[in-house]
C-alpha cells in the first residue's frame, strides 16, 4: 500500500462548480497534511495546510481532514479554468523527520 | 536569486554517463530537499539536507546516487553510470523552517534529465 493515495484523475468540472479532490494516507500518526498544486510543465507550489480535524477554509479552497478515516480533502467553490492543475497530497513522514510524502496527484481540469 | 535556482534546466546524457546536477537554494533557508519526478507521478523523496549534512538520505534508490551539499548552501546531486530508468525531472526545494510546522517546500524549475 502507497503511504499516500490519491485518484489520478482526470477530475472534469465546470467553471463555477465545486471540485473536490481526496487523498488516503497509510500512517495512523501523521500529524501534518498540505495540499501543492502543480500546473503543467511548472514546479508545485503549496496552497494549503491542515493539521486537525476539521475544515479549514482559505479563500475559495477549504481543507478537510478526518484523522480516524485517515482522509483528507480539497474543495475549490467557483472552479476557474485557471484551477486547471494536478493537486498533490502531501503528508509529514510518521517518524516525524523533516520531509513530505506526495502522492501521485489528481488532474483537475475546469472548462468553461 | 529570489528562488530556488537548478542547473541546467535540460540534460540529455548516455547510459552509463556520470552526471550532475546543481541547485542553489533561497538564501538562508537552512533545509535543502531533492526529490524526482517521473511523468504522470508525484514528487519522490530522495534526500534531505539540515546545513551540510544530510539528515535524511533513505530515498536515494541506489549506491549510484549520491548528493553533497559542502558549505550548507548549493548542493550538487550525482548520479553515476547512468540507466534508462533515470530519466525524470529532479526537483530541488529549499525551506526556512521545519516541514512539520509548514510545509512550505519551495521548489525549483527541476533539471529534466534523459538518459538514452
Known amino acids: 500500500q502507497k503511504e499516500v493515495e490519491q485518484n489520478s484523475g482526470p477530475l472534469s468540472v465546470p467553471e463555477g462548480a465545486i471540485a473536490s479532490l481526496n487523498c488516503t494516507y497509510s500512517d495512523r500518526v501523521s500529524q501534518s497534511f498540505f495540499w501543492y498544486r502543480q500546473y503543467s510543465g511548472k514546479s508545485p507550489e503549496l496552497i494549503m495546510s491542515i493539521y486537525s480535524n476539521g475544515d479549514k477554509e482559505d479563500g475559495r479552497f477549504t481543507a478537510q481532514l478526518n484523522k480516524a478515516s485517515q482522509y483528507v480533502s480539497l474543495l475549490i467553490r467557483d472552479s476557474q479554468p485557471s484551477d486547471s492543475a494536478t493537486y498533490l497530497c502531501?503528508?509529514?513522514?510518521?517518524?516525524?523527520?523533516?520531509?513530505?510524502?506526495f502522492g501521485t496527484g489528481t488532474r483537475l481540469q475546469v472548462f468553461p | 536569486g529570489a528562488g530556488v535556482s537548478q542547473t541546467p534546466s535540460n540534460k540529455v546524457t548516455e547510459k552509463g554517463k556520470y552526471v550532475e546536477l546543481r541547485c542553489d537554494p533561497i538564501s538562508g533557508h537552512t533545509a535543502l530537499y531533492w526529490y524526482r519526478q517521473s511523468l504522470g507521478q508525484g514528487p519522490e523523496f530522495l534526500i534531505y539536507?539540515?546545513?551540510?549534512?544530510?539528515?535524511?538520505d533513505s530515498g536515494l534508490p541506489n549506491d549510484r546516487f549520491f548528493a553533497v551539499r559542502p558549505e550548507g548552501s548549493v548542493s550538487t546531486l550525482k548520479i553515476q553510470r547512468t540507466e534508462r530508468g533515470d530519466s525524470a525531472v529532479y526537483l530541488c526545494a529549499s525551506s526556512s523552517d521545519r516541514v512539520m510546522n509548514t510545509g512550505e517546500l519551495f521548489f525549483g524549475e527541476g533539471s529534466r534529465l534523459t538518459v538514452l
Open positions: 539536507f539540515q546545513g551540510t549534512g544530510a539528515a535524511d
Open positions: 502531501a503528508v509529514n513522514t510518521p517518524d516525524n523527520t523533516d520531509k513530505l510524502i
